[in-house]
């Protein structure tokens, strides 16, 4: 049983492609804004999927997640046609809440719940479009089980695709909604902490908001051209959309080779060449964030230990600058080898949520990020992404995101508090990280 691969006209700006299938229902874009170099290489997109999993009242993540592998081999797996193989066939496409965390590990619950989306939501879809940015092509890409007349349907409505945008803006500014005394106050009981002993680092965050009216296919559209980033991603259900433009891959594992690359170090760019340079050097030459760096890679070198063989899991990549239209990070990457006995799904369970946006240790930060921050995260340093039916996963952090719900826009901007950081410059860190999103729908 193979795969079909139809070839379409290759098309940078995905988005078009996408507004001809979202009539389909549940449509999901994984979007790496034609970057065309790795990790953010593909897009893929579909819609309409054969069946939806969702946390059932009083589920642990575990059998969520076990009723996903499931779900995964009813579908069943398939082969690609000879020379033809593409990162993602056929599977799950979807995110995963922060607030998954709670059904994989006993935490507080002190914030406020105020948006409503589930804890996890990935859809089974038996076809999609890929681009590869790269070779400059397009594939239609159908499961072997898909119906011929839904195969024919696709590729009438992907030939008659235009980019169309509906109107969209924002009806009030987006302003903070913690106070900046409120922040200073959280900052200071996490010193409190790390002195005590409790954690070496804390990601502390805070929530920006504006009202709105109109499309958030557009709004995503006009984010895309701002700021495009390797893992960004776009889904939308009757409920809500979501808007992600995020630099960070959480874990990627194909052919039992996995990876994580968390960020850790953050510099604005600059207004000139000259110093812009300055900042980026004076970031790769901080030992205050390698030391912040360093101890999330420490943190997920043990996460992937719990899944991978023993003595696979390696650090070959350490404080590397990558570079967006705002910000310079610092970003290490760690692999290793998923044991015989695990699948993606146990490597999921062992190592969500991920340790760049908690801290360290995992499960306090986590309990003083429910102390401190006066709302939860939603949607917020979860995952986007795909798990396919031959064991192939790829999950970013969902940083630099947006949920759309009710007319409104949520979006938040974080950072790593260590015992040598400064509580202003930390502040201005979390407005660094997302004015270039605020801007560009201002």
């Not at 959280?186 to 804390?202: K, L, P, T, V």
């Not at 051209?225 to 992600?244: K, Q």
């Amino acid at each position: 049983m193979y795969y079909t691969l139809t070839e379409l006209p290759y098309a940078a700006d995905p988005l078009p492609g996408f507004a001809a299938i979202r009539p389909l229902g549940l449509p999901v874009l994984l979007d790496s804004a034609a970057s065309g170099r790795q990790p953010g290489r593909y897009s893929i997109m579909s819609a309409g999927p054969l069946s939806r999993v969702r946390p059932a009242v009083g589920e642990s993540g575990r059998e969520v997640l076990d009723r996903l592998r499931n779900a995964l081999h009813t579908l069943g797996s398939a082969r690609w046609p000879d020379g033809e193989a593409l990162p993602f066939g056929a599977g799950a496409l979807g995110f995963i809440s922060y607030d998954f965390a709670r059904l994989l590990e006993q935490l507080p619950a002190d914030a406020q719940a105020d948006i409503r989306l589930p804890r996890l939501q990935m859809g089974v879809y038996d076809w999609n479009v890929t681009s590869d940015h790269q070779q400059k092509r397009s594939w239609l890409v159908c499961h072997p089980q898909l119906e011929p007349g839904l195969r024919t349907e696709l590729l009438e409505r992907l030939d008659s695709a235009e980019a169309t945008y509906r109107g969209f803006r924002l009806t009030t500014a987006f302003s903070a909604e913690q106070s900046r005394q409120d922040y200073q106050s959280a900052f200071e009981r996490i010193q409190h902490y790390i002195h005590a002993g409790d954690c070496y680092q804390i990601n502390l965050a805070q929530r920006f908001s504006a009202h709105c009216q109109g499309d958030p296919l557009t709004a995503y559209q006009r984010l895309r051209s701002a700021c495009p980033t390797p893992f960004s991603a776009y889904l939308e259900d009757p409920g809500f959309s979501i808007l992600c433009h995020s630099p960070e891959r959480f874990l990627s594992c194909r052919d039992g080779m996995v990876e994580t690359r968390p960020i850790k170090g953050t510099r604005k760019r600059g207004s000139n060449p000259e110093q812009d340079r300055a900042l980026a050097e004076e970031l790769l030459a901080s030992p205050k964030d390698q030391a912040e760096n360093l101890m999330i890679v420490d943190l997920l070198r043990n996460d992937l230990g719990r899944t991978c063989a023993v003595g696979s899991v390696k650090v070959p990549e350490l404080f590397s600058l990558e570079t967006y239209p705002n910000v310079h990070h610092l970003v290490s990457s760690i692999t290793g080898q998923l044991a015989p006995e695990y699948d993606p799904l146990d490597l999921l369970a062992g190592a969500f949520p991920g340790g760049s946006i908690t801290g360290a240790p995992k499960i306090r930060a986590m309990q003083i990020i429910e102390e401190l921050e006066p709302v939860r995260r939603s949607l917020y340093c979860g995952s986007i992404g795909y798990i396919g039916c031959e064991g192939q996963m790829d999950l970013n952090i969902s940083i630099r995101s947006l949920v759309h719900q009710d007319d409104r826009l949520y979006l938040w901007g974080g950072g790593g508090i260590v015992a040598d950081s400064q509580a202003e410059a930390e502040y201005q860190e979390t407005l660094t990280k997302v004015q270039v999103l605020m801007d560009a729908l201002a």
